[in-house]
């Protein structure tokens, strides 16, 4: 169950514990994916977001794997659970600039500012998350938890406003919603009338054995 937390306050580093820090990081990767300090002392390395969106996207190439609707605005799908994404960032990127690369990376329309990214972290059995501000440094977070993702890891999901921010979207992108929403309900109604259609004959067949002549 995620738990909110509020942000912990931001501890900066010198440039001798950043070394250190980095010579530890990549003695505890597992993945080769190490961290690679730079002469100006700006360093760079990968971090892994989970993509957990509920309302689905517009992209501008009509190849996905996701459940799509194609018009000629784009295709506007729902991506599959589970999908996970890695990003070779520096130190110097923000938490809005990573968001906007991830959605370059897979040709996504939309808006960024309709998208947030989260921190998520296991401690004593339970699973606190926090949306991080636009400022902060992705990179920098990766480095002071370590490599293990089960001590921190990404999450980017939709703003969570309590309700949707209808106006942030463009018409053709409603216009996708509707008709991925109107072909659900076609499937939802064809799946409910199969299955009474099945209740129905096993009914019949049961009344069928009930009144037989003997």
């Known amino acids: 169950q995620d738990v909110q937390k509020e942000s912990e306050p931001h501890v900066y580093l010198s440039k001798e514990e950043v070394k250190e820090k980095i010579q530890s990081y990549n003695s505890s990767v597992t993945d080769k994916l190490k961290m690679t300090l730079n002469a100006n002392g700006i360093y760079t390395g990968f971090i892994k977001v989970h993509l957990e969106l509920c309302r689905p996207i517009t992209v501008e190439s009509s190849q996905s794997q996701g459940r799509c609707d194609s018009s000629n605005n784009g295709t506007a799908f729902y991506l599959p659970d589970g999908c996970v994404n890695t990003l070779h960032i520096s130190s110097t ?40 501000s636009d400022r902060e440094h992705p990179l920098y977070l990766r480095l002071v938890a370590g490599p293990r993702t089960e001590m921190l890891s990404f999450v980017l999901r939709e703003h969570e406003t309590g309700e949707v921010m209808w106006e942030a979207f463009t018409i053709p992108e409603l216009r996708n919603f509707l008709r991925i929403l109107d072909k659900e309900e076609n499937e939802q109604l064809q799946i409910l009338k199969k299955r009474y259609a099945a209740y129905r004959d096993k009914l019949e067949e049961a009344l069928g054995g009930v009144w037989k002549p003997g």
């Open 93 to 132: 990127n923000t938490v809005r600039e990573v968001i906007e690369a991830l959605l370059k990376k897979f040709f996504v329309a939309d808006n960024p500012a309709k998208f947030a990214l989260y921190k998520r972290c296991h401690k004593e059995d339970q699973v606190y998350t926090c949306k991080l």
